[in-house]
């Protein structure tokens, strides 16, 4: 495969939540807006383009025997980095997402890319794959919030969009309105997909 | 053998590496992340517990030293400051007291007469619904207009008997400073 296919394959064809449906726990969590999903997203999408990197680079260094563990130490490394920046920088952003933060150590997207393609793969090849993935996985989470926030709260973005009268279906910010919101969103995924292959077919 | 040597070997540079980064990053992030606990957790506890000031006390706050801790280092505290045409009529200043999960901080407003104008719990990790009850302004407003030379005691709330001990000396640890050093304070 190509560098650009590469990238590519992480908007579409393995979409993070919804056509691999890993990192389902921050993906059902914190999208309760599209601002919360998106900044979930870009700390993810950090940590897995620099880990990705890192374990492509050192793959040849790692002895298979210790590769999980080395892999756990650069992936918790880029974790707290991403922590103290968002602390320092984005505070509000930082104390909505809370314990989500640190829990991107244990995100199966980011173990799996670093076990399942960067400790094969060249550098470049393995970051583009993390900027795909994490772009997948930013956009995901951003139309998820978005969708959650509309009809949680009646509101896009943090401005009122819905009309006056409207009533917000709270249930939707609530975890089981997050499985309701994945599942529909998952339904329109497969029937676009079942009518290209008819299409193509 | 060789094997284990370069598993170590390996995993020990990868780590210090690592830590070696982080220390980094901590040392640049240090500074701005102090600025952003002041202004997003402590600017809104003391704006709420002070009144009627006109300068700005997050500006004009000064830091303490109160005593050392175990290994040495310098305890300090950071005093907010009310005043009204340049004269200070009352501080506000964190005190921390151990409750049912953890330390409580806690900001309180002292006026120069020395008395609790208010408190307002800044940091906690007591239980949700029995001991985060110590929030509400039922229980915070019980401390208003109380002395702060020796111990400091109200009512607590039933069934968060720790978390209310901890607000109290939490707010008592905050007295003791400013009876201390009232000189350095006003």
Not at chain 2, 68 to 95: C, S
């Amino acid at each position: 495969m190509s560098i650009k296919e590469e990238f590519t394959k992480g908007l579409w064809k393995t979409l993070p939540p919804f056509r691999l449906v890993l990192g389902l726990c921050p993906t059902l969590a914190v999208t309760t807006t599209g601002i919360n999903g998106m900044g979930m997203g870009l700390a993810t999408t950090f940590v897995l383009i620099f880990s990705n990197l890192f374990v492509s680079l050192l793959r040849k260094l790692i002895p298979p025997q210790v590769r999980i563990a080395s892999f756990i130490v650069i992936i918790a490394s880029f974790v707290v980095i991403v922590e103290l920046i968002m602390q320092a920088y984005f505070y509000q952003l930082f104390k909505v997402l809370g314990i989500f933060i640190p829990l991107i150590v244990v995100n199966c997207i980011i173990l799996g890319r670093a076990e399942a393609f960067a400790s094969r793969n060249g550098p470049l090849a393995s970051l583009a794959d993390g900027l795909g993935i994490g772009f997948g996985f930013t956009i995901s989470l951003f139309v998820l919030g978005c969708i959650r926030e509309l009809l949680g709260s009646g509101s896009l973005l943090g401005v009122a969009v819905m009309w006056s009268g409207f009533e917000p279906f709270t249930f939707m910010l609530k975890p089981p309105g997050a499985f309701v919101a994945l599942g529909i969103l998952l339904a329109f995924m497969n029937l676009i997909s079942s009518y290209q292959e008819r299409k193509g077919g | 053998m060789r094997d284990i040597v370069r598993m170590i070997v390996v995993l020990s540079l990868i780590a210090a590496a690592s830590g070696l980064a982080l220390s980094l990053i901590y040392r640049i992030t240090k500074a701005p992340i102090a600025y952003q606990t002041i202004r997003f957790v402590k600017e809104p506890a003391v704006k709420k517990v002070l009144t009627g000031y006109d300068n700005d006390p997050i500006l004009d706050r000064k830091t303490l030293v109160v005593g050392t801790d175990d290994k040495g280092a310098p305890v300090e505290i950071t005093i907010f400051p009310a005043k009204r045409q340049g004269e200070t009529f009352a501080v506000a200043l964190e005190g921390k007291g151990k409750g049912f999960g953890g330390l409580i901080g806690v900001m309180v407003g002292i006026s120069k007469e020395g008395k609790v104008l208010a408190i307002g719990i800044t940091s906690h990790s007591e239980t949700p619904g029995v001991g985060s009850r110590v929030e509400e302004a039922s229980f915070t407003d019980r401390f208003q207009g109380l002395g702060i030379e020796g111990a400091v005691t109200v009512d607590g709330i039933s069934g968060a008997t720790y978390s209310s001990t901890g607000v109290m000396s939490a707010v008592e640890q905050a007295a003791s400073y400013v009876v201390k050093y009232k000189e350095e304070i006003f």
